[in-house]
């Protein structure tokens, strides 16, 4: 545990308008509803709402990406994924279907028929707005109080924050209903609260820093499986940042955090129990189509050079291509770990950076099929993030710091028009987001926003109004933020 001292903070209204601004930015742009990937999810959503079962076998035409299994000499069919993101989405599936009096039995179940995908579009996107926008922005906000807290500055702070959440993929990825944004910023909630539990005496013994860390672990676990090698390294962090604390101290809060990410994922094992009959069974044991996936333990062998060069800087898939600015995150993290004050949240990051990207790198379809950068290697990028703090406080030159800004402003703009136009991107094409979210879609006004979706208006309308909405609180958060550094916030 870290002595105490007073940790800077930036204001809470700065927060309070990141919040807005990141989820604004989420749930404003939407996604190919049909996309195999998030489509199954959200049809074990439909079968759980509205037959209260977990077969999806009336819309398996409709997706590539199901399990197959036999019952009684009976084909069905169900969701090859961890039930995470379907469980989160059944609430609100289940409110707009009360609501509107629709449900998917009053369609016909045809990829062409365009009132089922507005049926579907309109509750992909309540989902994310209730479930991914929020997870993101919310570990957005507290990426700024934990980059503000160990660099001194809420310049710094923003500048971490930014750089997460609207100047990575992870904002495109925040749009749909894939668990790679939402397990990213359970990884960054879990770090945060293990951190400010262990920033002084006055914060440690807090039960609501386990509890908080716990579920945030346990639930990744239950959107993506392979979460639970992430989650290993940052209970051991805990461990490591606690241990000079009392053993009964220490022991009360170990409790509650391992209760707590037992609970969190209790729902993975129900789920199982209800589709296979028994909890410790999943639909990846079923999938169909995908042959990869009988090699090692379910596609994961061992990390392979090609891939971690293609993930990293391959200009099909590379994160640093589509996210320039988490190349100079690297460098931060560097400098964590060179200090001692900091070293040991240098050396979490260092560690989930390379977990993550060696899952991915191991994983037989390690280029995400159709995707705009590295999806798998989405829940790296809040640690690559947290080294752009100390970055931007070591920076003294003004040109310096421009270039910075004028660094992150690029990953921001790049981002922009892939959550606006599409994620998703055809596996065969070299440069995705030249070719098609730039050049393809951009140029001839191929956008997904809310008010052409929904209200009527023209994409690049929609795109207007977002601007209109996004940079005026773009630019009072930055001056608030620049402002509680001159006055040296608390």
């Not at 028929?113 to 922005?137: D, E, S, Y």
Request: proline residues 5%.
């Amino acid at each position: 545990m870290t002595p105490s001292a007073p940790i800077v903070r930036a204001p809470h209204a700065v927060a309070l308008l990141l919040f807005a601004l990141v989820w604004l930015s989420c749930v404003w742009f939407g996604s190919f509803v049909f996309n195999p990937n998030s489509a199954t999810r959200l049809f074990g959503t439909l079968a759980l709402v509205e037959r209260g079962e977990a077969t999806i076998d009336r819309y398996q035409t409709l997706t590539i990406d199901k399990a197959e299994f036999k019952q009684g000499g009976v084909t069905h069919y169900y969701m090859d994924k961890a039930p995470g993101m379907t469980l989160m989405a059944a609430p609100v599936v289940w409110a707009t279907n009360r609501v509107t009096g629709v449900s998917s039995y009053d369609h016909i179940i045809d990829i062409t028929n365009p009132r089922l995908a507005a049926f579907l579009r309109l509750r992909m996107q309540l989902a994310v707005a209730c479930g991914a926008a929020i997870l993101t922005a919310f570990a957005a906000v507290l990426l700024l109080d934990l980059a503000t807290g160990i660099t001194g500055s809420p310049t710094a702070g923003m500048f971490a924050a930014l750089g997460y959440s609207l100047g990575s993929i992870v904002w495109g990825w925040s749009t749909t209903l894939f668990g790679h944004a939402p397990v990213a910023a359970l990884f960054l909630i879990a770090t945060w609260a293990i951190w400010r539990g262990t920033s002084g005496e006055r914060e440690f013994g807090r039960w609501r820093y386990p509890l908080m860390a716990g579920a945030a672990l346990g639930f990744a676990v239950t959107i993506e499986f392979q979460a639970a090698l992430g989650g290993l390294v940052i209970g051991g962090w805990a461990l490591w940042r606690s241990r000079d604390a009392a053993w009964p101290v220490r022991r009360r809060l170990y409790l509650v955090a391992v209760a707590t990410a037992l609970v969190a994922v209790l729902p993975m094992l129900a789920y199982n129990q209800f589709a296979f009959g028994t909890p410790f069974m999943t639909g990846y044991t079923g999938v169909v189509g995908f042959s990869g996936m009988n090699q090692g333990l379910f596609g994961l062998t061992y990390p392979k050079i090609t891939a971690l060069l293609g993930i990293t800087f391959g200009v099909r898939r590379g994160l640093f291509w589509v996210a320039p600015i988490l190349l100079l995150g690297w460098f931060g993290v560097v400098k964590l770990v060179r200090d001692p004050a900091t070293r040991d949240l240098g050396v979490l990051c260092v560690a989930m950076i390379v977990i993550v990207l060696s899952i991915n790198a191991s994983y037989a379809y390690w280029d995400g099929g159709a995707s705009v950068g590295p999806r798998h290697s989405v829940p790296a990028i809040p640690f690559f993030a947290i080294g752009l703090a100390p970055i931007w406080a070591s920076i003294e030159r003004r040109s310096d710091k421009i270039k910075a800004i004028a660094l992150l402003a690029v990953s921001i703009l790049l981002n922009l028009i892939v959550a606006a136009t599409d994620i998703f991107a055809p596996e065969t094409m070299m440069t995705p987001v030249w070719s098609r979210n730039i050049m393809g879609l951009l140029a001839h006004g191929y956008l997904n926003t809310v008010p052409n979706m929904y209200w009527g208006f023209s994409p690049w309308i929609g795109l207007i109004l977002y601007l209109d909405l996004a940079l005026p609180m773009l630019g009072l958060m930055l001056w608030w933020t620049r402002r509680a550094e001159r006055r040296g916030s608390v």
